[in-house]
């Protein structure tokens, strides 16, 4: 290894989930990927600041995703902390995120037909790739 390579002493990722559902198809699979490196795991869901929908509904659903993770933290030995965030942009909420938690790397699920990209008109997947500065693991559903 370059001895110029910084390497975290403990890594810590952030986890962006969209709710309950996508959180229980990934749960396993991101706790496994932060149990491999040893790693603490923030769990970020974006209330979305839009809409007819009150925010404590989204709220809830956040909490429930969140639990999801902490549920299969605990059984695995990962250490999992939640956090909620209120924004019209999930992009920027995500990258705001990762930098606060000082996370050394960003883990994204992808659906088949991301309501988020019908919803918004494009990828944010994409522009979290392209603008991050730090490396980003993109979960697709099978």
Excluded: C
Aim: hydrophobic share 45%.
């Amino acid at each position: 290894m370059d001895k110029r390579t910084k390497v975290p002493q403990q890594w810590t990722l952030l986890a962006a989930t969209a709710g309950p559902e996508p959180a229980s198809k990934k749960v396993d699979l991101i706790i496994d990927i932060a149990k491999q490196l040893n790693a603490r795991l923030v769990v970020l869901y974006v209330i979305l600041a839009l809409g007819s929908v009150p925010p404590s509904y989204w709220a809830e659903d956040g909490r429930r995703a969140i639990e999801i993770f902490k549920q299969a933290g605990k059984r695995k030995g990962v250490d999992v902390r939640g956090v909620l965030v209120e924004s019209e942009h999930i992009d920027s909420a995500i990258l705001r995120a990762a930098e606060d938690a000082g996370a050394d790397m960003i883990v994204l699920g992808m659906g088949r037909h991301s309501i988020l990209r019908r919803l918004f008109g494009g990828d944010f997947i994409e522009h979290i790739i392209y603008r991050s500065k730090r490396p980003v693991i993109v979960i697709p559903t099978i």
